[in-house]
């Protein structure tokens, strides 16, 4: 990372329920906000399902981990667009602690890598206008508005060049 922290990032998975429950806490009600377009108290036992069984080809979850403490930092995952398969949903969180260093543009690396390995021409993603960190992260590495979105969000798409 920037600080010189020793991050690793790896495909989520079943096994990793407790990390990625104590990484749900880490995210605070803004960053949830940001992440979820709307209040995000908690985490329903369907929903944590959801996010931990994954197949790694339709739905990638990638987990970044401080490798000298174990513990979860942030999560990035891509979704197929069921109708368009070249297109796939995004999102990224990063811990409150731990936002700023570098892990939220490291996990959109890996994850625009896995994406284009798994057959996917281009993330989209439905930020909120206010984001200005999230939109300078897509903005910087070629993304661009799209039509979509609805009040106060905006749609881009990030072309990922094979
Ligand atoms: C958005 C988020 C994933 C970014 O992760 P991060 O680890 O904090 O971001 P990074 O440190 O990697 O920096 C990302 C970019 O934001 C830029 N940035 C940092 N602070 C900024 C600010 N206040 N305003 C504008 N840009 C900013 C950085 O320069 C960097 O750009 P670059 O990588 O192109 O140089 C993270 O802040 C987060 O989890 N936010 C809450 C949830 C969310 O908004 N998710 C996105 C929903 S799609």
Redo the contacts with the bound molecule.
């Keep these: 990372m920037?600080d010189g922290a020793l991050v690793v990032i790896r495909p989520l998975d079943p096994t990793d329920r407790e990390a990625y429950l104590d990484l749900f806490d880490g995210?605070g009600p803004e960053?949830r906000y940001?992440?979820f377009l709307g209040p995000k108290r908690q985490l329903t036992a369907a929903e944590v399902r959801y996010f931990l069984e994954v197949d790694h080809h339709d739905h990638e979850a990638l987990v970044a981990i401080d490798v000298s403490t174990g513990t979860g930092l942030?999560v990035a995952r891509f979704v197929r667009d069921r109708m368009d398969p070249g297109v796939a949903d995004?999102?990224?969180?990063?811990v409150d602690a731990?936002?700023?260093?570098?892990?939220?543009?490291?996990?959109l690396a890996r994850l625009a890598e896995r994406a284009r390995e798994e057959g996917v021409d281009r993330l989209s993603?439905?930020?909120?206008q206010e984001?200005?960190?999230?939109?300078?992260?897509l903005l910087?590495?070629g993304g661009r508005p799209a039509p979509g979105g609805g009040a106060g969000v905006r749609h881009f798409e990030l072309p990922l060049n094979s």
């Design positions: 920037r995210i960053s940001r992440r942030g995004s999102a990224i969180t990063v731990a936002q700023g260093r570098g892990v939220g543009g490291a996990l993603a439905d930020v909120l984001n200005r960190r999230m939109v300078a992260m910087h590495r």
